[in-house]
C-alpha cells in the first residue's frame, strides 16, 4: 500500500518532522545531564592524530611526492561546503584509493590539519577527532 499523499515512508506527514525533533531535543538533554555516557557530543579517547611507532616509521619514509598526493586526494574529496572530516578521510580511505592504502590513518588527519593550518582548507570542531570536526575549500 502506498504512503498517503504528502506523508514519507515512515507514515509521518513532514511538518510533523520538526515537532518529534523538537520533543526528542527537549528529552535528550536532561537524560545526557544525568547518564553522562549518552553525550556523544564530546570525544574520548587519544586523538584520531596520534601514531603509533609502526605508523611513524611508514610515515618517516614517505617521500614529497606521496605527501603531495595525499593532500590532493584530500582535498578532492572537499567542498565549499562542510563536510566531516571522517567522512573525507573515509572516501580517501576506500579501495578505490589503493595507492593510499599503506597511509596511518593519524597522518590522514595530520594532513587535514595541515591543509587547514596553511590556508587551504577552513574547519570547525575539534580536528583532533574526526568525529567532532568539518573542513571545506574556503569562498
Known amino acids: 500500500m502506498d504512503a498517503p499523499s504528502g506523508t514519507r515512508a515512515g507514515g509521518l506527514h513532514p511538518c510533523a518532522y520538526g515537532v518529534v525533533i523538537s520533543i526528542l531535543s527537549k528529552l535528550r538533554a536532561p537524560l545526557v545531564l544525568q547518564y553522562r555516557e549518552l553525550d556523544t557530543e564530546r570525544p574520548e579517547g587519544p586523538p584520531d592524530s596520534l601514531l603509533d611507532a609502526d605508523e611513524q616509521l611508514i610515515v618517516d619514509h ?78
Not at 573525507?88 to 599503506?102: A, F, N, R, W
Not at 588527519?109 to 582548507?121: A, K
Open 62 to 139: 614517505l617521500t614529497e611526492a606521496e605527501t603531495q598526493h595525499v593532500d590532493t586526494v584530500l582535498l578532492g574529496h572537499c567542498t565549499t561546503s562542510y563536510r566531516k572530516v571522517a567522512f573525507i578521510i573515509g572516501k580517501t580511505m576506500t579501495p578505490s584509493s589503493e595507492e593510499l592504502d599503506h597511509v596511518p590513518f593519524g597522518y590522514l588527519v595530520q594532513r587535514v590539519q595541515h591543509l587547514v593550518e596553511s590556508g587551504r582548507l577552513e574547519s570547525q570542531g575539534d580536528l583532533d577527532y574526526v568525529r567532532f570536526s568539518e573542513v571545506r575549500i574556503p569562498n
